[in-house]
C-alpha cells in the first residue's frame, strides 16, 4: 500500500474572472466545489490530515459543485446545491454577476447531503427567492414535494420543479443541453443520476457519485471516449483510506482502481478525466503530494475549485 504524507502546503483556490477578451459567444464551464459532501476539512476530525484546513483558511475545500455560464444569453446554472451554497454563489457572482447575468436553473443528482440541502438558503429565511428553475429526476422531486422543510420551497415557489427523465436529453437554452442518466448508489431518499452536458463546441460527465464501475450497467470507458471532458467520482485514493471502516459499506471506485480501468486509455483520452468528489481523507486534497504526482504522472487531472473550461 502507497503511503502519502499529508502535511503538505496547499495552495488558495482561485477564482478567475472571465478574460477580458472573451467573446461573449464564449460558455464555460467552472468548477465551485471539489469535496465530498461535508467538504474538508469534515466535522469533529482534528487528525493530521485535516489539521491544515482547520489552521489556514486558504487550505479549506467547498463541497462538489460545478456551474456553467453561457455569457451569450447572460445566464448561468447551477450544478449541485451543497451545504457550502453561500460561498459558491459568490464565486459564481464574481464571473458571471447577478445584476448580468440570470439564474436559469439548478439541477441536482440526488438526494444526499452534500448535493440538494444547500436548498436551505433559498427560502423565507434567507433568500426568498422566487420561482428559480430546479431540474429534479422523479423520486427526487416527489421527495422534495413530500417532507419539509423542502416543501415548503415547493408550496412558496422558492423553487419551480422542472423534471428530469433518464437519457431524455432536456434543452436548458438553445446552447446547452442535458441529459440524466441513471447510476448505481445508494438511493435512500431518490435516484441518483449524472449528467451529460453538451455546448456549443464541446460536452462534459459530470458523476460525482457512483458505486464501482463495474456495478454500472453501461461501459464508462465508452461514455469517456464520447466526451470532451469527464469528471469523475474519486471520493477515495485507496482501499486503505479508512483503516477503522468496512469499505465495502461506501463502495466508490477507488482512483487507484479508476486508474487502473482507463489505463489503456490514449493520453488523449486520459486527460479527459478529471477526478473530483475527495473525501476529507483523500490525499487528492492536499496540494504537492504523492497521490496529485501520481495522478499526473499517470496521464490524468485532478479538479481544483476555479478550474475552467470551455464549452
Request: overall charge positive; hydrophobic content about 40%.
Amino acid at each position: 500500500m502507497i503511503k502519502f504524507k499529508l502535511t503538505v502546503v496547499c495552495c488558495l483556490a482561485v477564482f478567475l474572472q472571465p478574460p477580458a477578451n472573451a467573446s461573449d459567444k464564449n460558455v464555460s464551464l467552472v468548477v465551485l466545489g471539489v469535496a465530498q459532501d461535508a467538504g474538508y476539512p469534515q466535522i469533529n476530525c482534528y487528525k493530521p490530515h485535516c489539521m491544515p484546513g482547520w489552521k489556514e483558511v486558504s487550505k479549506r475545500r467547498l463541497a462538489t459543485s460545478i456551474a456553467v455560464i453561457d455569457h451569450s444569453s447572460k445566464e448561468k446554472f447551477l450544478f449541485e446545491a451543497t451545504p457550502d451554497i453561500k460561498q459558491q454563489f459568490y464565486q459564481l457572482h464574481l464571473l458571471a454577476p447577478d445584476n448580468l447575468y440570470k439564474l436559469s436553473a439548478i439541477l441536482l443528482t440526488h438526494a444526499h447531503m452534500g448535493h440538494y440541502t444547500g436548498l436551505m438558503h433559498l427560502g423565507r429565511e434567507a433568500a426568498g427567492s422566487a420561482s428559480i428553475p430546479l431540474y429534479v429526476m422523479p423520486k427526487m422531486a416527489k421527495f422534495l414535494t413530500k417532507n419539509g422543510p423542502w416543501s415548503q420551497l415547493v408550496q412558496l415557489n422558492n423553487v419551480l420543479l422542472k423534471p428530469l427523465a433518464n437519457n431524455q436529453p432536456q434543452s436548458l437554452n438553445k446552447r446547452l443541453v442535458v441529459t440524466p442518466f441513471l447510476v448505481p448508489h445508494r438511493d435512500e431518499y431518490s435516484e441518483t443520476v449524472g449528467f451529460k452536458i453538451t455546448g456549443p463546441n464541446k460536452s462534459v460527465l459530470f458523476i460525482p457519485d457512483i458505486d464501482k464501475w463495474q456495478k454500472w450497467s453501461i461501459n464508462v470507458i465508452e461514455q469517456i471516449k464520447e466526451v470532451d471532458y469527464a469528471f469523475l467520482d474519486a471520493t477515495f485514493f485507496n482501499a486503505g483510506e479508512l483503516p477503522n471502516r468496512d469499505m465495502s459499506e461506501v463502495p466508490h471506485p477507488f482512483v487507484e482502481e479508476s486508474m487502473d480501468l482507463f489505463s489503456k486509455l490514449s493520453k488523449k483520452e486520459k486527460q479527459k478525466i478529471i477526478f473530483i468528489h475527495f473525501n476529507h481523507s483523500n490525499p487528492l486534497l492536499m496540494e504537492g503530494s504523492a497521490a496529485q504526482q501520481l495522478v499526473l504522472r499517470s496521464g490524468f487531472r485532478f479538479a481544483k475549485e476555479g478550474l475552467t473550461l470551455s464549452l
